[in-house]
């Protein structure tokens, strides 16, 4: 429970400010970083059947251990990203490393879960979302600075939380041995269920199509902008129309 909720302090951190250092900090148009994070979400697809096949055969820790290991690298190389190009080269080999550590990470928690593993997730859910909430919080602050070190910094700081979950992992979860395959197990067989495919399809490319709203409403919202400019002059009585009029 504490490693997924260093996890998600790190992910509340990022995904609150990600967008805006896109956009205001790279300068990335928003409609790229919308594309972008939405070859990234499909991309990522690819990664999930394939990291639970390795977890099964090589146990659930060391490959979660691997692709924590790989997020904390693909979140820090986010901090030198200057084109498009390479953003989205970054956030599609991100999306590997995070589809591939949910699954590892997945079957680890059914196998610490026990013999109750729905109380277990139940709890784990409370940790999760706690973690989101104070990451969020700590992101306001770097919102209010609006400084390339204070995305930066979060940035980092997020990268720096898969490093921290991977240590606790490492030191304090067993290393389960993997469990014998069913002999009915069909590799690839969950391609079969096209209602759950279509779900994660779906969802994944939703990942990215929320990005151009909000960062259209950043670059909106932003000081010195026409649209800021003449918000602060109506509030103090001014009227640009009329002014233009005279």
């Known amino acids: 429970m504490t490693a997924s909720f260093v996890s998600r302090v790190g992910n509340g951190l990022f995904n609150t400010a990600a967008i805006l250092y896109f956009t205001l900090v790279v300068h990335l148009p928003a409609t790229q970083v919308g594309a972008g994070l939405t070859i990234a979400g499909l991309s990522g697809l690819a990664a999930g059947i394939p990291a639970g096949n390795l977890a099964?055969?090589?146990g659930p820790r060391a490959i979660w251990?691997?692709?924590?290991a790989l997020q904390a690298a693909t979140m820090?190389?986010?901090?030198?990203?200057d084109s498009w190009l390479a953003f989205t080269l970054v956030a599609t080999l991100d999306r590997l490393a995070a589809t591939a550590s949910g699954a590892a990470g997945g079957a680890l928690m059914a196998r610490v879960g026990g013999e109750r593993p729905a109380a277990f997730r139940a709890r784990l859910r409370t940790f999760v979302n706690l973690g989101v909430v104070?990451?969020?919080?700590?992101a306001?602050?770097?919102i209010q600075i609006n400084t390339r070190?204070?995305?930066?910094?979060?940035?980092?700081a997020n990268a720096a939380s898969f490093a921290?979950?991977?240590?606790?992992?490492f030191l304090g979860v067993p290393n389960y041995r993997p469990l014998p395959r069913p002999k009915e197990h069909r590799q690839w067989s969950v391609l079969a269920d096209r209602p759950y495919v279509s779900f994660v399809a779906l969802y994944s490319a939703g990942l990215g199509a929320a990005g151009p709203p909000v960062a259209a409403w950043a670059e909106r919202t932003r000081p010195g902008t026409p649209a800021t400019e003449a918000s602060a002059?109506?509030?103090q009585g001014e009227s640009p129309l009329l002014e233009a009029d005279c």
């Open 56 to 58: 099964d055969h090589y």
């Open 164 to 169: 921290c979950t991977g240590l606790i992992v």
């Open 76 to 81: 820090a190389a986010f901090v030198f990203i």
């Open 233 to 235: 002059q109506h509030r």
């Open 65 to 68: 251990l691997m692709t924590l």
């Open 149 to 156: 070190p204070a995305y930066t910094g979060l940035i980092l």
């Open 140 to 142: 306001a602050f770097a």
């Open 134 to 138: 104070v990451g969020t919080l700590g």
